[in-house]
């Protein structure tokens, strides 16, 4: 098999140079030498044949045969076309015979060259002369490395643990800053670095934030009354910026009995249902096992009219003090709620309030967990009696302007495709991401200072509003939608790159999954904890953080790494959604070796998106990713399993046989190329779901945690299904007529997943006829 050209323009003889190339070596041949020359035919007669033989519409004779030999044709023709052929033509000199010429003017002529060329040589020598003058010296360009591994070599020893403690230090000193001190500094920071261009924005945007008095908790049966911690509300040392609180919550006060509902589970909440009238109840809810705006919106729905949210001791590591912390999170799905009107969506009428374990054990009078033994779940007793509580939320809207930071590394081949690089600089969890990306932004821009440039362009982000709903990603996402949906090639998040110092672990896109385990698996060679290192850990889950708008409205390949307090064989929940007051940087990593490994792994991954030739995207890895999610499901249809099963055929032979000679240099065409990179960017976009539930990507290739497999999101989060089949359980309920609702919504979801399989086939196919293989014809 070869690997077919669609175009080439070099193929065609060029005859018409011939005899130039012919009289140029009678030049230079001895006079004695010189054949005599025929008084039939010149040299600028034959050109005159060729001429007219290559298509003017005149006939003229041809050439008598004796006067000239034919030129014969190569037998192959090399890339460079027929007439560089002929010049490595040993024989090529003797293709052309001439007549002897008279002796007379063979004088003349060699008394006239000799003058031309006396005078030829005299002007040429004048020219040179003037222009060594009047021609500045020039400084010669470094040249750049001349290996893609040296360099990159190179790079990773430019990051260090000293350096990124040193850029921590800088930043530390802003903290206590507003925001837009923090982003000038950037902006500064990111130019004197030599970034191409550099941009700071503004948002202003409606935020939700604690008010001026403490949200509370009372005991209507002993008029106790309790702070989110767990504490009496008699005490001070109350801090409006660490109060925990729910962003974006109605405000207001519900009286209700407290009502012990666990994850959310729709078990549990069909139990409930059948045995309480929940209207205005309180639900005491733990966080871990599904998004939480999706489980709050199933409450709404039952009648709820307050929840207080907790996390269980048992689903934290040990040294993880987590019985008096209290925390944050935003009911925010994305983006400005001013414009998304999220203040008079669903939500409204639901008071939500985070609290304490401890305060939880209280409220749920809740057996005592045994110490040194095997911790146990809270759980309200089954013969305990529900607590009557009063739920006080007095959140505060305001409107503020928050800031964005973006810098470009330009591309020299592909300067319109765009790897993205996000962070944040929220007051309290940006510290050590921002020490990152600066480190990556000193040398990536050092390398560019000697030389090197990337193919395709990078841009470096540092969003604002993260905290309450991506908020300052989310903006410049839509206002620069138009561009990112054709330019977006990669999105790389260095969201919160060390929370602790168990698990290393990695995330990405199906696409990516391969590079990003070779680049764990290397890391790992020389791993920090001197030998005893865990194995890699790589999955697709639903990130959380500002990389939500790009995987999830964009479906932009994603990749991250991370340094996590969570056991390695234990899989990653939704905690993440909970915000605690983060531990400082250097406390958590006092040397910044943590920080050091993450900030090369982050390095390895953009230079191989910037400068591969072909993107290292894997489409097979997106079909056993497809046939991975459906094989635990009973019953499916057999075009659905069809479809899957052939875009596993298709994707193995494209990743197989057709990419490797369009990596080759001596084989690349780069329009091509650049068309077939445009297949790989796009696969992921073909598993957009049009619809999704609240807290589920629309992405179906991103998975959430929980459950023994994976799952496709739809199936797994149905809203319809939740709220209609679970629910069935009372004998004077239509059952025929709700089981054909759920047959239908379950039918809808799977017609969803396989016109995204047939998508994504027909797109590999496209790849395919880019570049075709043909036989080799010899």
Not at 112 to 125: I, M, P
Not at 449 to 472: E, M
Request: charged share 20%; with cysteine; net charge negative.
């Amino acid at each position: 098999m070869a690997y077919r050209k669609v175009s080439d323009a070099q193929g065609a003889p060029m005859e018409v140079l011939h005899c130039a190339k012919g009289l140029e070596l009678d030049w230079e041949m001895d006079k004695e030498e010189l054949p005599e020359a025929g008084p039939s035919m010149d040299c600028s007669q034959m050109q005159h044949v060729d001429f007219q033989r290559s298509g003017c519409s005149e006939e003229v004779p041809d050439p008598d045969p004796e006067l000239m030999e034919p030129i014969q044709p190569s037998v192959s023709v090399s890339p460079h076309g027929r007439f560089e052929r002929l010049q490595e033509d040993p024989d090529y000199i003797s293709h052309f015979t001439r007549a002897p010429a008279h002796k007379g003017q063979r004088r003349l002529h060699c008394f006239l060259l000799r003058y031309v060329s006396a005078g030829l040589s005299l002007f040429v020598l004048g020219l040179l002369f003037g222009w060594f003058i009047h021609t500045p010296a020039r400084v010669e360009a470094p040249d750049p490395p001349s290996d893609s591994s040296d360099l990159l070599e190179e790079l990773l020893l430019k990051i260090s643990a000293e350096k990124i403690d040193a850029l921590h230090k800088s930043f530390s000193s802003l903290s206590e800053k507003s925001e837009d001190v923090r982003a000038s500094y950037l902006y500064r920071q990111w130019v004197g670095l030599g970034l191409n261009e550099v941009h700071m924005s503004n948002h202003t945007v409606l935020l939700s934030l604690p008010g001026s008095t403490p949200n509370t908790i009372t005991d209507r049966s002993s008029h106790q009354c309790f702070l989110p911690y767990g504490i009496p509300c008699d005490q001070r040392g109350f801090n409006d910026q660490e109060s925990p609180y729910a962003a974006y919550s109605a405000s207001g006060s519900v009286q209700g009995e407290v009502v012990d509902v666990q994850y959310g589970s729709m078990e549990n909440l069909r139990n409930i249902r059948d045995t309480l009238n929940l209207t205005n109840h309180i639900a005491m809810l733990k966080l871990g096992q599904a998004p939480l705006l999706y489980t709050l919106s199933i409450l709404s729905e039952l009648g709820f009219g307050g929840v207080l949210l907790y996390i269980d001791p048992c689903d934290v590591p040990l040294e993880r003090h987590t019985w008096h912390q209290a925390f944050r999170v935003t009911l925010n799905p994305g983006g400005n709620p001013a414009l998304n009107d999220v203040s008079r969506g669903n939500l409204a009428s639901l008071l939500v309030q985070p609290i304490s374990a401890y305060l939880a054990k209280t409220l749920l009078s809740s057996p005592a967990s045994g110490r040194g033994g095997p911790c146990i779940p809270l759980a309200m007793p089954s013969n305990a009696e529900r607590k009557q509580i009063t739920l006080t939320v007095g959140n505060q809207l305001t409107y503020k302007k928050i800031y964005n930071v973006v810098g470009y590394l330009k591309g020299k081949h592909n300067p319109d495709r765009y790897v993205l690089v996000g962070s944040h600089h929220d007051n309290d969890r940006g510290g050590g991401a921002l020490a990152v990306m600066n480190q990556l932004i000193a040398a990536l821009t050092e390398q560019t200072k000697r030389g090197w440039v990337p193919d395709r362009t990078t841009v470096f982000c540092s969003w604002g509003g993260t905290a309450l709903g991506n908020i300052g990603s989310y903006e410049w996402g839509k206002d620069n939608n138009i561009v990112l949906k054709s330019s977006a090639v990669a999105y790389i998040s260095l969201n919160s790159p060390v929370r602790g110092t168990e698990t290393l672990r990695a995330s990405a896109s199906p696409t990516l999954l391969q590079l990003t385990s070779d680049i764990q698996k290397r890391q790992l060679l020389s791993c920090i904890h001197g030998g005893n290192c865990p194995g890699p850990h790589v999955s697709s889950p639903q990130l959380p953080g500002d990389v939500s708008f790009f995987a999830n409205q964009l479906a932009v390949p994603t990749i991250e790494f991370a340094f996590e307090q969570t056991k390695a064989e234990k899989a990653s929940s939704l905690l993440s959604e909970a915000h605690f007051t983060s531990e400082l940087p250097e406390t958590l990593d006092p040397l910044f070796k943590f920080h050091e490994t993450i900030a090369k792994m982050t390095a390895e991954a953009l230079h191989r998106l910037v400068s591969d030739p072909v993107l290292p995207f894997y489409p097979l890895d997106i079909a056993l990713d497809v046939q991975n999610k459906l094989k635990e499901r009973s019953v499916l249809p057999a075009a659905l399993l069809a479809a899957a099963s052939s875009l596993r055929d298709r994707a193995a032979f494209f990743q197989s046989e057709t990419m490797r000679p369009a990596n080759d240099p001596k084989e690349r065409d780069p329009a091509h190329v650049r068309m077939l990179n445009d297949v790989l960017r796009d696969l992921e976009k073909s598993f957009i779901n049009p619809e999704s539930a609240p807290g589920v990507y629309r992405n179906l290739l991103y998975s959430l945690p929980g459950g023994s497999t994976p799952q496709f999101s739809n199936l797994r989060f149905s809203k319809e299904a939740a709220l209609h089949c679970d629910n069935i359980s009372k004998p004077g309920d239509r059952r025929w007529d709700q089981e054909d609702l759920c047959h239908n919504i379950r039918s809808q979801c799977l017609a969803v997943i396989q016109r995204a399989v047939q998508s994504a086939e027909r797109l590999v196919c496209f790849g395919l006829d880019l570049f075709e293989n043909y036989p080799n014809k010899k």
